[in-house]
């Protein structure tokens, strides 16, 4: 079944309320989508919503490129069987910009899902049914964030990951509270989107040696990732690479010097499904297990990393709540949430 014709369109989304992290204050989501029409009708959908920081890649780049003559000539004609080998052309072309090859790649696979009738994940070959999402609290004060966490726990959250990175005895104060408050019903993640120095993380620990933490995400800037190994291995293997990660190479790194016990994947920093599954190969090598994450975004590109993820026997933390707080969305979920469980509805592609 050959393409038919491609589309690239911008939607600027509110969130239903703005939130801190370590370096800046977010209220809407940019977020491009791509569509691919096949002959017979079919349409397959790709979504981004880049962050510059991590990435260098903008929103406007990612709609420039994908409305780019290069993309709908090449398309245009070819055959959805050979996705894979479209994947292919275009991480050559479009190495620099992961956002615009995630948008490509989810479209594609998601196309080619709906042509033979078959869930993505199945075609991988699923590892899991349903797993716990974290939902995320901002960085805030005690107060908000104890109200925060009773709403979330009205709605039948279980896990919380709080941004932390400014202030680790703040940050250390909100998360004992936490845990003060709500006794063991909460899993507690944090994140510090490279805010702390090894005296301020090593700060942070004293003061939580007390509170269970599952995990700390990206403690500092990958420049100083080094300085890690100032920690024990038990440390280590609590430490989620984020911002470190970006592509295959670095998780080799990564794996070969021992950093991180957990790599953390976002379909928006490596480029989709398929930088994805190449980066989870390396970690099953080194036994290191897998958190997939997301920046704020449309449900379909959601769900095309809750497909990654339950195709990867490795996977072990999900942190996919991006949709969540968006004022609105256009397009139709394929995940299913219930009670803080992620699970995959029944259909072809995503």
Not at 101 to 108: E, N
Not at 135 to 163: H, R, S, W
Not at 196 to 213: E, G
Request: negative net charge.
């Amino acid at each position: 079944m050959n393409i038919k014709s491609v589309k690239a369109y911008a939607e600027l989304i509110p969130l239903k309320k703005p939130y801190t992290i370590a370096r800046e204050t977010i209220s809407d989501a940019e977020i491009i989508f791509f569509e691919i029409t096949l002959s017979n009708g079919i349409c397959g959908r790709g979504a981004a919503n880049p962050d510059p920081e991590v990435i260098g890649e903008t929103a406007s780049q990612t709609l420039e490129n994908l409305s780019s003559d290069r993309v709908s000539d090449y398309l245009k004609g070819k055959h959805i069987r050979e996705f894979l080998s479209h994947i292919a052309y275009f991480r050559k072309i479009y190495a620099r910009f992961p956002a615009t090859l995630a948008a490509l790649d989810i479209a594609l696979h998601d196309a080619f899902g709906k042509w033979i009738e078959l869930p993505i994940v199945d075609f991988y070959g699923r590892h899991h049914a349903k797993m716990l999402t974290s939902v995320t609290i901002g960085i805030k004060d005690v107060a908000e964030t104890i109200q925060e966490a009773k709403e979330y726990k009205e709605q039948g959250f279980k896990v919380l990951k709080v941004k932390t990175g400014l202030n680790p005895e703040l940050d250390a104060e909100r998360v004992t509270r936490l845990n003060e408050t709500f006794g063991d019903y909460f899993t507690i993640r944090v994140d510090a989107n490279e805010g702390y120095s090894a005296d301020d993380l090593d700060v942070f620990l004293k003061l939580t040696s007390s509170s269970p933490l599952e995990l700390i995400e990206q403690p500092f800037h990958p420049k100083f990732n080094t300085e890690l190994l100032k920690f024990p291995e038990d440390v280590r293997r609590k430490l989620a690479a984020d911002e470190s990660l970006t592509e295959a190479k670095a998780a080799f790194e990564i794996a070969r010097d021992g950093l991180f016990g957990i790599f953390n994947i976002k379909l928006m920093k490596c480029g989709g499904l398929v930088s994805a599954f190449e980066i989870a190969n390396i970690a099953k090598q080194a036994n290191i297990d897998l958190f997939w994450g997301c920046n704020d975004e449309s449900d379909l590109s959601i769900s095309a990393a809750l497909h990654a993820a339950f195709a990867c026997p490795n996977t072990k933390y999900l942190d996919l709540d991006g949709s969540f707080d968006l004022l609105e969305d256009y397009k139709e979920s394929g995940f299913i949430l219930q009670q803080g469980y992620l699970s995959i509805q029944s259909k072809p592609g995503f």
